[in-house]
């Protein structure tokens, strides 16, 4: 005797049945943040008058407490509980992107204001050596092209360093793993003075200042950086490719060099870019191992050399309106070279996402 089984038929939900979208911004919503933003307005203004307060800050943080309280137990009485809660935590995490956007632009926009007023062409072509305090002229040309060298130096030795431990650490897992870990888990939280302190008495000691005692600092501050990136990315490649190739009889060190490596390309030059971008606006490594120059120095092993943050460090604190100007120009340089690497890792990270996905 055979028994059948039947296939049970899928009901589908009805619309009473449905999970309803919490987050839909309606007339009604819209009305109850209108009258939410009155009624605090109104109790910040009427205890500002009670207690005859001075402050602003004051008034407005008990004007955004009001207006949470109204917003809530106005979507409470309307709607439920829950909704009010999200309707409430969706406010506040709203709010405080809006303000965090808003400091940052307006900073960006007065760093443009202040960084503008001197940065012409001549700026990125000239150094400081024939110019005084008070002389028209003058440029950033000897800073960049310190900060080139000394990150350029700082790369070629982190990117295979990191690279390799990154490797060690995700893919053959040997012995010391767990102290390596640990190493750079601690390096990630050394100050960056502690850095150059370090190659000071090491370096700067015995053979002088100079942009390579430099890029030493930015390599202890980016190895640590580059290194923990690297090992994300690398987790991100997926196994059945690992297993695929020494399935096919390729040897451990054929598919990390074949497959995992090419696979995380993007990722790991992201990486390696998000360590720059982590290293460039130091300044107090710079000052105890390049000390800084006002002339051009294209030799990174002998003598002082300056970099973009030295250089805008020492202007601003200058009582004089020309070098507080130059100091505001070259840290509009240093933002824009740092907001371009950001820019650039965010892209290749993107198209190395949208390759990955292809390939899964």
Same mark, same amino acid.
């Given at each position: 005797? *055979? ?9 589908? =939900? ?21 009258? !939410? ?25 008990? @004007? %955004?407490? !009001? ?6 137990? #106005? $979507? &409470? ?15 506040? +995490?709203? $709010? ?14 007065? #760093? ?6 001197? /940065? ?13 305090? *008070? ?32 490797? %060690? ?22 100050? $960056? ?6 190659? %000071? ?5 015995? %053979? ?8 030493? @600092?930015?390599?202890? /501050? ?18 059945? #490719? ?14 990390? /060099?074949?497959?995992?490596? =090419?696979?995380?390309?993007?990722? #790991? ?6 360590? +720059? ?6 300044? !107090?490594?710079?000052?105890? *191992? ?16 300056? $970099? ?8 601003? &604190?200058?009582?004089?309106? &020309? ?27 993107? &198209? ?9």
């Amino acid at each position: 005797m *055979t028994t059948t089984t039947r296939p049970v038929p899928v009901v589908p =939900p009805s619309a009473t049945d449905r999970p309803r979208a919490i987050r839909s911004v309606t007339p009604a919503v819209l009305a109850e943040i209108a009258i !939410a933003a009155a009624a605090g307005t109104a109790f910040a203004l009427t205890l500002r008058y009670v207690f005859d307060w001075n402050g602003v800050l004051g008034t407005a943080v008990w @004007a %955004y407490v !009001a207006f949470l309280v109204t917003l809530y137990a #106005l $979507s &409470r009485d309307r709607e439920s509980p829950e909704v009010a809660v999200d309707r409430m935590v969706t406010t506040v +995490v709203w $709010s405080i992107g809006a303000l965090v956007t808003g400091i940052l632009a307006w900073m960006l926009a007065y #760093l443009v204001v202040r960084g503008t007023k001197v /940065l012409r062409l001549g700026f990125l072509t000239n150094d400081m050596a024939t110019v005084g305090p *008070t002389d028209p002229g003058g440029g950033a040309l000897h800073a960049i092209i310190g900060t080139l060298e000394q990150v350029g130096i700082a790369v070629v030795i982190v990117v295979p360093l990191a690279v390799l431990t990154a490797v %060690y650490l995700n893919e053959l897992k040997g012995p010391l793993t767990r102290p390596a870990r640990f190493v750079i888990d601690a390096m990630s939280g050394l100050p $960056s003075i502690v850095a150059g302190l370090l190659v %000071y008495t090491l370096w700067v000691g015995a %053979y002088g200042y100079s942009g390579f005692a430099a890029s030493l @600092a930015l390599i202890v /501050l980016m190895l640590p950086t580059v290194t923990r990136t690297a090992e994300e990315v690398l987790r991100t490649v997926p196994d059945i #490719l690992r297993e695929g190739s020494l399935a096919l009889g390729a040897p451990r060190w054929r598919v990390i /060099l074949r497959v995992v490596l =090419p696979t995380a390309r993007a990722g #790991l030059l992201t990486a390696v870019i998000l360590g +720059v971008a982590r290293a460039v606006g130091e300044t !107090a490594p710079i000052v105890l *191992t390049a000390f800084g120059a006002s002339e051009v120095n294209a030799n990174p092993f002998s003598g002082p050399q300056n $970099s973009l943050p030295l250089f805008a460090f020492r202007l601003l &604190r200058q009582p004089n309106v &020309r070098q507080v100007d130059r100091g505001w120009a070259a840290l509009l340089i240093l933002v824009l070279l740092v907001l371009m690497l950001f820019v650039l890792a965010r892209w290749i990270g993107s &198209r190395g996402d949208k390759r990955l996905g292809r390939r899964r």
